[in-house]
């Protein structure tokens, strides 16, 4: 080989490889926030917006939001509760669930939703806060919250049944509200969700 072109092949050799590891980087595209994506089958957003949306809707079609209205003048107050997940290992984010479910209520027009219990206290730090730092025209008063008509509480229950590369994952979500003064439940509500993972 002719001294000239083993020094070019030399020169060129870096630049080839940096070319060659650069092409297993990594590609991100966004997506529709509302578009049904699954990667893993694991619970995801759009499994949480679907299953909020479908209970809300099942749930105002039973008749204690429009018999609330009708006896009291005026929408029903509901609070979202503990929402337990029964799971192997599987994570849930209860907190964009029970959003969503808010989201679902407040949409409707039917019912009006409050702040869960972690939010109040949150709120209640800052009235204390209030107290001591607020001009008397915008302090916020105590003993002004409006309480809640009905609170929603339920479970998310999480099944896997695996034969070799074939897995189902297999969600259960139950729903109950319940009337906060006469401890009756006006609804109770179940949706499922069934994937099937091929490897």
Do not use: H
């Not at 209205?69 to 929402?83: S, Y």
């Not at 192997?88 to 209520?105: C, K, M, S, W, Y």
């Not at 509480?153 to 099944?159: C, R, Y």
């Amino acid at each position: 080989m002719r001294p000239f072109i083993a020094t070019a092949l030399v020169l060129l050799l870096p630049t080839s490889l940096a070319l060659t590891t650069g092409c297993g980087g990594k590609t991100v595209n966004r997506t529709d926030e509302n578009a049904v994506i699954d990667l893993s089958g694991n619970w995801n957003a759009t499994d949480s917006r679907m299953v909020a949306d479908a209970l809300i809707a099942d749930c105002l079609e039973f008749p204690w939001a429009d018999q609330f209205k009708v006896k009291n003048n005026r929408i029903p107050v509901v609070k979202t509760g503990r929402i337990k997940v029964v799971t192997n290992g599987d994570v849930v984010n209860t907190e964009i669930f029970t959003n969503d479910l808010q989201r679902a209520l407040l949409r409707s027009g039917k019912a009006q939703p409050v702040a869960s219990n972690s939010e109040t206290d949150q709120a209640r730090e800052e009235r204390k806060d209030q107290d001591v730092n607020a001009s008397e025209t915008t302090r916020k008063e105590s003993f002004q919250e409006t309480g809640s008509d009905f609170l929603i509480i339920g479970t998310i229950n999480v099944q896997d049944d695996q034969e070799g590369g074939t897995k189902q994952k297999f969600y259960s979500v139950d729903l109950k509200m319940t009337d906060v003064k006469t401890q009756q439940q006006v609804w109770i509500g179940n949706k499922k969700i069934s994937k099937l993972i091929k490897r």
